[in-house]
């Protein structure tokens, strides 16, 4: 509906967000002036700081504690009941994919659909497995058991990456972004990501992310790139602006193409990958409503086959063509609480 470029008005809220604050601030102005309960989102485990695990701030101090983002395996979705037990509507922040679970949540639990006061996505460009945080410690020379925090992002725009290593404040080892995820990161991504269509928040309210067409200096003061893709959102908006929570200015449609190039050349190659897919017999996701055949026709005739041989070659390598094995249904019993890593008990395939 709409798209804005600016920052967090609050300079605090800006340095330490990932891009320019946006998100944390009008999360802030949720809690502040439309009375909501809190704000559900992740942040690092504060006893296994390489785990993400859901938190309720209820505070500017809880919020900023838990700015910039995490690019290791998150799922805010796990304590959707801290929504629904809330006395007042809450703001979710997620993924893309996060959103969309807690919109089809919404649509069998009533409870929980009058309890969201704000839904706010964060572009997505595929999560990371764990094993990409361990190879970036590895190659900060880190072992994963000797840190005591790790912050992806932020602290100056695009910000670096940040290990502290226990026992010693003055130990601390810094990566600089486009090395971290350019060079690192991103060679780990999840196969499920590869196919996802959507990378800009398009169930959100309000959708953030970086303005990548302006040239960035290290460490310089961020930007964010907002959204808005509801009325709700559009009227949330407008209210921080006006009392000053975000400092915006109208941009350009164009904005969004221009500054997630790598984001629209994969809704664009994503027609390719399915027909790969389909080609092979495995099982393809049906997407409706992401006009998935018009972008694949906006490349170049040949580059159109690309991703249909890239992913015929992935499904080959990896062995997908092969029937996965079934099982009969079976109980696995876990810990009740996620944020612990523990398993009480685990289904082996032959009990199984």
Excluded at 169 to 194: P, T
């Amino acid at each position: 509906m709409e798209v804005w470029e600016g920052y967090a008005t609050d300079p605090e809220i800006r340095f330490k967000g990932s891009s320019g604050g946006a998100v944390t601030a009008i999360a802030l102005f949720c809690l502040q002036h439309e009375q909501m309960a809190g704000v559900l989102h992740v942040g690092a485990n504060l006893e296994s700081p390489l785990q993400n695990v859901p938190f309720f701030s209820k505070n500017k101090e809880e919020l900023l504690a838990r700015t910039g983002s995490r690019y290791s395996p998150a799922a805010p979705c796990e304590k959707l009941k801290w929504i629904e037990q809330a006395d007042s509507p809450c703001v979710f922040i997620g993924k893309p994919c996060d959103v969309a679970a807690l919109r089809k949540s919404q649509s069998i639990n009533q409870t929980l659909n009058d309890k969201i006061g704000l839904a706010v996505s964060i572009f997505c460009a595929g999560t990371p497995t764990t094993k990409g945080t361990y190879d970036l410690l590895a190659t900060l020379g880190v072992k994963p058991q000797g840190v005591s925090e790790i912050r992806y992002r932020g602290y100056g725009w695009p910000g670096k990456v940040t290990v502290k290593v226990k026992g010693s404040d003055a130990d601390v080892h810094q990566l600089s972004y486009s090395e971290c995820w350019g060079k690192i990161l991103s060679n780990f991504g999840q196969f499920r990501c590869l196919i996802c269509p959507d990378t800009t928040g398009e169930f959100a309210d309000i959708a953030c992310g970086d303005p990548w067409h302006r040239k960035v200096e290290q460490s310089q003061p961020g930007y964010s790139l907002v959204l808005v893709r509801t009325e709700k959102g559009r009227e949330i908006l407008h209210r921080a602006m006006r009392l000053g929570y975000v400092t915006l200015a109208p941009a350009h449609i164009s904005t969004l193409p221009r500054s997630q190039p790598a984001l629209l050349n994969g809704r664009r190659t994503l027609f390719g990958q399915l027909l790969a897919m389909h080609l092979m017999r495995l099982p393809t996701p049906s997407f409706n409503g992401f006009s998935l055949i018009e972008n694949w026709h906006q490349l170049k005739f040949w580059n159109r086959f690309r991703p249909v041989l890239a992913m015929l070659w992935h499904t080959i390598s990896e062995k997908l063509y092969r029937p996965q094995k079934k099982y009969l249904s079976g109980t696995i019993t876990v810990n009740e609480d996620f944020a612990s890593p523990a398993v009480i008990k685990t289904i082996s395939r032959e009990e199984t």
